[in-house]
């Protein structure tokens, strides 16, 4: 597959802390690449330095060939935060064609996007009376009405129920069949198995980058939770960590 993000070398400091290591990793075309790591990896970093709105000490990553963050990669790339990133003042319909809006697409593709998440009879509703998973959906829809040929999403299934996150991976697949690349990060080693690629982080080092089954094959076991383990047991850092955040 061709590469839509090429990460080359990326360092990331904040203040004294190092957040990320000379991270090196490509993300393919057409294919869902999961982002997995515990909390305080560098997860959200390094999906920040991808759109474009993280400072970087040094490295490069380019999108679609063009410098992260490039004006003409706007209408070309999704993101989704961990906050949501809704008006709560309106309702969960008028904010998803407010986002159509922008991009010039009509109210039917907002309407189309709200049901994809699985908001329909939640349309209606301010998005200041909805659960903290409906937000996220909210937003979710917002990220996905423009047709993004890239969408990078941040940890978007936590606080939703298992049968809704089953729905969601199958919409993110889905998407990947249509040509969209998509980035999702998560800490939940079990939805490792739902991605075409894995890129494994751990206190801003890359830990892996292969498919679940070389993964698997590569630490001796079937478990991803263990997997990682093994991983990370078998490269341990030469020089003492400074740290990691978010």
């Known amino acids: 597959m061709d590469p839509v993000v090429e990460v080359t070398d990326l360092v990331v400091d904040r203040g004294r802390r190092r957040v990320l290591h000379g991270i090196s990793c490509t993300v393919g075309s057409g294919s869902v690449t999961g982002l997995l790591g515990p909390s305080g990896s560098g997860k959200s970093t390094l999906m920040r330095a991808v759109v474009g709105v993280q400072t970087v000490r040094s490295g490069q990553v ?53 049901a994809d998440v699985g908001l329909a009879d939640a349309a209606g509703q301010l998005v200041a009376d909805l659960s903290g998973g409906q937000r996220s959906r909210a937003s979710l829809a917002c990220a996905l009405v423009g047709r993004p040929e890239l969408v990078v999403l941040d940890e978007p299934t936590v606080g939703q129920d298992p049968v ?26 079990d939805e490792a198995g739902r991605c075409d690629r894995l890129l494994l982080i751990r206190d801003g080092r890359l830990v892996a980058d292969d498919t679940p089954a070389a993964v698997r094959a590569a630490a001796g076991t079937d478990d991803l939770d263990e997997a990682f383990l093994r991983l990370i047991r078998d490269r341990q850092p030469t020089e003492p960590s400074r740290g990691a955040d978010r």
């Open 164 to 189: 809704l996150r089953a729905e969601l991976w199958a919409r993110f697949h889905a998407l990947a069949a249509a040509g969209t690349t998509l980035l999702v990060s998560s800490h939940v080693m």
């Open 62 to 114: 380019r999108v679609f060939g063009q410098p992260a963050g490039a004006p003409q990669l706007r209408r070309t790339v999704g993101y989704l935060t961990q906050a949501p990133s809704v008006y709560a003042d309106l309702t969960v319909r008028e904010n998803a064609r407010y986002f159509a809006a922008l991009y010039g697409l009509p109210a039917a593709d907002a309407d189309r996007a709200v």
